[in-house]
């Protein structure tokens, strides 16, 4: 049912009446005074009304550390789940890249590709494309070539030869064993599986 109030107006010719003023209401901001609630209040009830999956994230970046391994700097990372943007690339470019990983092969009904360095450190992961040819992350689809060849000329560069594994995603001891190692100079982070799948679609949605 529609709403009104009765209102006084005066045209240019300076005569007042009154008539009646029809209440639209957006958003349910507009009361039956006439008077809208302050955006930042509506904003807020947005926000609170969001599901927990649909609220953002703080996740821990993987932390700074000097020569001899110890932590000089922690920092964290706001995601919001399903968007893509320099705060969700950063996390899963650094620390929840095995869990990008592990989700988009899921997705693509292929294999986790991982690079690690001599000692077994997680350098990097990714889902394979169903023809092995190309591999994708958060920044879409990469030349699997290519990939390879850039991870074995760093690993080269100081003196390793590096390894290149495959795991199936399905494989729950092979995750466990995966994350139970190391990641760079320290432990690999505590992975964001959920937050990761609602990202894997909006990446292929991107199409590169």
């Not at 919001?80 to 009904?109: M, N, W, Y």
């Not at 070539?145 to 995603?169: L, M, T």
Request: charged residues 30%; hydrophobic residues 30%.
């Amino acid at each position: 049912m529609t709403q009104k109030r009765l209102v006084e107006v005066t045209d240019k010719n300076g005569v007042r009446t009154r008539r009646w003023k029809r209440l639209f209401s957006r958003n349910n901001e507009t009361a039956l005074s006439g008077k809208r609630v302050s955006p930042s209040i509506s904003m807020r009830k947005d926000r609170d009304s969001l599901s927990e999956e649909q609220k953002s994230h703080e996740v821990e970046m993987p932390p700074e550390r000097d020569l001899t391994g110890r932590i000089v700097s922690s920092k964290t990372a706001t995601v919001t789940p399903g968007v893509i943007d320099e705060d969700s690339r950063e996390v899963f470019r650094h620390g929840q890249c095995f869990a990008f990983a592990v989700e988009a092969a899921k997705r693509l009904d292929t294999n986790v590709v991982m690079h690690r360095n001599d000692d077994g450190k997680l350098v990097h992961a990714y889902a394979e494309s169903r023809n092995g040819r190309r591999v994708l992350d958060i920044d879409g689809w990469h030349s699997r070539r290519k990939q390879d060849q850039a991870f074995h000329s760093s690993n080269r560069h100081f003196g390793e030869r590096g390894r290149v594994e495959k795991i199936d995603p399905s494989d729950a001891d092979a995750l466990a064993s995966v994350e139970s190692s190391e990641h760079g100079g320290g432990h690999l982070m505590n992975q964001h599986y959920d937050l990761a799948q609602t990202l894997v679609d909006p990446v292929l949605a991107l199409g590169r």
